[in-house]
């Protein structure tokens, strides 16, 4: 089992489109992998779940991946999170 605990910016939202990006990431491969966020857990395949998660902005993300392929998934999730466009804050 790995586990990688990522910081996520201040400004990044997680909504559907995102979700299902990390979700689709992550049925690509034969582990399992989780994600957690202070004392929540998420199936990191199942984009209702990684939606649930409620991502913070600014807050810590945990990645957990166990099985044949962990390092894989555990690198490909970490780069997709942090790919993740910042949300644009507008003023009036």
């Known amino acids: 089992m790995l586990t990688k605990t990522i910081q996520l910016s201040e400004r990044v939202g997680f909504h559907a489109c ?11 491969y034969r582990s399992m992998v989780m994600l957690q ?7 990191a395949k199942r984009p209702l ?4 998660l ?5 807050g810590r993300v945990e990645i957990i991946s166990d099985g044949e392929d962990e390092a894989e998934a555990l690198k490909a999730l970490e780069k997709i999170i942090l790919s993740i466009e910042p949300v644009r804050i507008y003023s009036s």
Do not use: I, L, N
């Open 37 to 43: 966020t202070d004392e929540r857990m998420a199936d």
């Open 18 to 28: 995102p979700a299902g990006q990390v979700a689709d990431v992550a049925r690509k």
């Open 54 to 58: 409620g991502f913070p902005p600014g």
């Open 49 to 52: 779940s990684v939606m649930r």
